[in-house]
Structure formats: C-alpha cells, structure tokens
C-alpha cells in the first residue's frame, strides 16, 4: 500500500489506519472505502480479488482489535506539516511529519483525507541546507530538495527533520519493554497509539502532545522523560516498575471518578488537554483517595519522594496497592463513575466485584508483583541429565536424558512424576552461580547422534553442571526466565523477560574504582552484557560487546588473587 517514491509521483498511497473496509464487486473489481471516498481496483482474476480483499479487511480488523479506528489524519499528531514547494517540479505540496516516515499530499484537503501521494522513510537519511529557503533531505535512495514559504519555515523544518533522525538513531530497546505491557501501547490521558514519553512518578506512559502539557505542570508534580532518548534515565528496575504496573492499574488510581463526557480523546486541542491534565494532576479531581496521604500535595510529594529513593519498585507498588485496599474495606469512600474504564484502554474492562475493584485472579500486574517478592513457581516436565555431573562442553546425546516432572518453588525439585511426592534430588538458589540457555542448530547430516537442541545448563558450587533438556524454544525461554528470576535480584528481572544467552554472578572491578572488588550479576544478551549490582551503593551499567577493543584471558599465576580473570576494554573507555 506504500510504495517507495517514483518519479515524480506515484498515484496516490492510501493508508490502512484511514481504511473502513474492502469488498468485492463484479467484473473482478473490489472497493476500498475510507470515510471520504471509495476506490474501486480491478484484479487479474477472481482469486487474486478475493486475495486482495481477504488480506485488506483481516488488517483493517486486526487495527479496530488493537483500538485503532479510522479517523482523519490531525496535525496535533505530526512533529511538523505545512505546505513545501518541491524543487524541479516546480509544484508545492502539503508535508507531514510522523515518525518513522514524512508523507507528501496534493493538498492539506487531501492529507485531512487520508489520501497520500508519496511517503519518505527517514530511516538513514540525512538534512542538508541549501541556499535562499531551500533544504534537502537526503535517503539511501533519493535526493528531496525541499524550498520553504520562509526562512523561518526552513529552519522549523530543518530542526523538525534534526530531531527526528536524532530519535530514529537511538536503539528502542526501553520503550519496546514497557511496550510489552499491553496498556501501556495507549497513551494514559488521551488513549493515542504507541506514546513514547512517560511521567516517572506519576507512573503513566504517555504521548507526545500529552508529554508537553505534563513538563508545563512542572517537576514537583510531573518528571517526564522520553522513552527513546533519556537514556540514562531508564534503569532496569523503573523499567520494570513501568511493565509490573501499567497504564490500566495506574489509571484506576488517577481516573477512578473520571466521568465519560470529561475524557481526553487523540485528537484533543492542547488547550483542552492543558485543562484535562490539570485537573487529572494538579488538582487530583478524579483519583482515588488514599489512606496515607490526606491531600493532593502530600500524594505527589510521597511519589517523588519514592522514585528518588531506595527499593522504589516496591514503594511505588504498594502506594497503589494501598489506595485501592482502601477502597475494598470502604466502597463508599468513593464512586467509580461508569464507562471510566474506556479512558483506560480494552486491556482493563475486567469482571469487577460489588466494590468496583477487580478480582484478584483478575490483576495481572498485582501477580507479576508477586512473583517478584514471593518465590517464583513454575513446573512441568524437561529431560534431566543423569549419571555423574560433568562440563557442558561433553555434549550428551538423548540418551542420557531422562524426562522428570520438576518444580521451581523454593528450591528447583526433581520428581519421576506429577504425583510423586519424594523428591528424586534438587538444587538450593544459594547453589546456583549462573545459568546457560543454549538453542543449537539443528544438524541436517546423518550420523550425527541426536541431541537436545533447546537445552539448560545449571552451573552449581563444586563445579557441579546440571543440564536440562526442553521440547521446544517457547519452553526454554518459560524455563529461563523463571530460573533466572529465581536466583536474581528484581534489577535483573526486566531483562529475563526477553531471550538471554547467559545470567549468573561474577566479581569485578572497574576503571571508576580499580582497586575494589564488586559483586554484581551479569546478564549476556546478544550483543550487550548487562551489569546489575548485587550490592547496595553499585550503578547498573552495559558493556557493548561490538565496541570491544580487548577480550583477554589472564591465567591464575599471573594474577595476585590466584585466580582466572577475564579483561574486556570497551572502545572510549
């Protein structure tokens, strides 16, 4: 549906967020309607149009699914848009900014329609300043001179474009994390798509428009950061608080008396977002009350106070959970107002009790939370390595693989069965010095003795190696999550989330304080090893392993402690 940019132009791009529906006519021919115009495409045959129509309207469903509605196109939404005159064609253009890309139209009419006519990714491209009111952007595979109705509009383009790419080269590791709490894919005040801003103690992701009305309430009442650029804000435990609490669970703290007429829509004016905003925190109009906190004043005080502190998941966490206790013994100390929950996105129309609060099976972040600060369980049957433990590096075949019913509770427990009662062995967390996630490819040539390709290997005190055999990757990484939390600490966990190769406990030093030795756990993900201090006083850290200068292996006699070191010098420092 988006093509890249021929010369000069293409037809038209209609975007599948302005699409209604699609279906078939006679003739071959099928409709695509928006909501101010239909286009009528005529296939080659019957089959290709009921391919086209098929796949159209299966993405137009997945998109209302996901809570996104057609709407025209608003320029609250675009970093920039204005009208440009396009160099050598001598004709001006309507342009638009929204990251990932710039999109070109006829006109403002036809961008207000939805209906394109070239749209530019700005992946890799590049700005340069041309003479008089000219600029050109760059791409891998075009040149786009660009001239401006001033030169004050050429250099607000130019600083548009500047930030834009600034944003496109940062990795989206952070926000892809707190992403992957599906609340949090809406913005908590007006329900836009894929916000990439937050309030750190608020606790709310937000959108970009919403993110400028929260900085102008000021740093006493909203911290806001960006979830691409901030980097150093980002550490893993208020990545994590941000996944375990969400935008739903917030918004039943802030938006429990918000009435349905005084919600925030996308396209909202920043007038009426200032005033909703305001109200929301400034004021507290619409929150719950909370049983340690009188006024609105002490509520924002107390959440700055734990997010500059000590064991903030946890502060933070229990603020929330003590507001809405509060309300389970009092439901009348406050009135939900009905239909809030359309403020607060599909992921929290949950069953709810007489008192308004969710059931507690329901609250899936409350179980994340417990799963942090109560002993993680998780079972269910691997192939466990028998005979005397030995290196990993003596691969073993199936053979010597015996299926076992195992169960991580306090301890990780060996049985025969399910029902068996009399553990066959197990292994303490104060056992456990690190954990392998191996996932081998598999071997296409005979001969070769089958193996397990998804596989654990457990490095234990005594140089003891327990190695654990999965059916597949979607149970290895179940497995090598809930391990890995196991023996962590809750700075690791964000990580464990995702695909590691490697977690376990190591000394070190570093250039900041070479002659002290730390503790810390490290995490080996692809190309970073994640550093998360297993002692109070240490600074989480990474270590990109593609910037490494030296990778070096000193032997036991050469060092004062007797004992192997590995040295890494990582490119800058």
């Not at 900014?97 to 006519?117: A, D, N, V």
């Not at 925030?264 to 507290?284: H, N, V």
């Not at 998360?532 to 032997?555: F, K, M, W, Y």
């Amino acid at each position: 549906m988006a093509p890249a940019c021929p010369e000069p132009y293409s037809k038209g791009v209609i975007p599948l967020s302005m699409i209604e529906m699609a279906r078939s006519t006679k003739d071959n021919k099928f409709q695509v309607l928006t909501s101010h115009r239909i286009f009528v495409f005529r296939a080659e045959n019957e089959a290709q149009r009921n391919e086209w129509c098929s796949t159209l309207q299966k993405k137009v469903t997945e998109q209302r699914l996901g809570g996104s509605q057609p709407r025209p196109a608003n320029t609250a939404h675009c970093q920039k848009s204005g009208t440009l005159e396009l160099k050598g064609q001598k004709s001006k253009v309507f342009a638009a900014l929204t990251l990932p890309e710039m999109w070109l139209y006829k006109s403002e009419q036809f961008f207000k329609m939805g209906i394109g006519i070239c749209l530019i990714e700005m992946r890799d491209s590049t700005i340069r300043e041309a003479k008089n009111r000219s600029f050109e952007l760059i791409t891998p595979s075009k040149i786009f001179s660009f001239v401006a109705e001033s030169e004050r509009e050429k250099r607000e383009w130019m600083q548009a474009l500047q930030e834009a790419m600034a944003e496109m080269l940062y990795d989206y590791e952070v926000a892809e994390k707190i992403w992957s709490n599906k609340a949090n894919k809406y913005c908590a005040d007006c329900w836009a798509p894929s916000p990439d801003w937050a309030s750190i103690n608020l606790c709310v992701v937000i959108c970009k428009q919403c993110a400028g009305q929260h900085r102008s309430l000021g740093s006493n009442i909203s911290k806001v950061q960006s979830l691409k650029l901030d980097t150093s804000v980002w550490s893993n435990e208020i990545v994590q608080l941000f996944i375990v609490l969400g935008n739903d669970r917030a918004n039943r703290f802030w938006a429990a008396r918000l009435p349905v007429a005084e919600g925030l829509r996308p396209d909202a004016s920043a007038e009426q977002r200032r005033d909703f905003i305001s109200r929301k925190y400034r004021e507290g109009r619409y929150r719950l009350p909370h049983p340690h906190h009188a006024t609105q004043e002490d509520v924002l005080q107390a959440l700055c106070a734990a997010v500059a502190g000590p064991a903030l998941l946890k502060t933070i966490l229990q603020f929330f959970s003590s507001s809405e206790g509060g309300l389970a013994t009092d439901p009348a100390a406050c009135e939900l107002a009905p239909g809030a929950d359309l403020w607060w996105g599909p992921e929290s129309k949950r069953p709810r009790n007489h008192s308004g609060i969710p059931h507690s099976r329901d609250l899936g972040p409350e179980g994340v939370y417990n799963e942090i600060t109560q002993p993680v369980t998780h079972s269910g049957y691997l192939y466990r390595a028998t005979g005397p433990p030995r290196h990993p590096s003596a691969k073993k075949s199936k053979e010597d693989f015996q299926r076992t019913w195992c169960s991580l509770e306090r301890a990780l427990l060996f049985f025969e069965t399910e029902k068996c009662t009399e553990p066959l062995g197990h292994v303490e967390s104060g056992d456990l010095i690190s954990l392998g996630v191996s996932r081998a490819q598999a071997l296409a040539s005979p001969g070769h003795t089958e193996r397990f390709r998804f596989t654990l290997e457990l490095f234990l005190t005594g140089e003891k190696v327990q190695q654990l055999g999965t059916d597949g990757p979607e149970t290895l990484q179940s497995w090598a999550s809930a391990i890995g939390k196991w023996f962590t600490p809750v700075s690791c966990h964000c990580l464990l989330g995702y695909e590691f190769q490697r977690v376990g406990q190591l000394r070190y030093k570093c250039m900041l304080n070479p002659e002290r030795w730390q503790q810390a756990f490290f995490i080996l993900q692809k190309a970073h090893l994640f550093i998360c201090p297993a002692e109070d006083g240490g600074a989480e850290d990474s270590i990109n392993l593609r910037r490494l200068q030296e990778l070096s292996l000193v032997p036991p006699m050469e060092t004062p402690e007797k004992k192997e070191l590995l040295i890494l010098v990582e490119m800058g420092r």
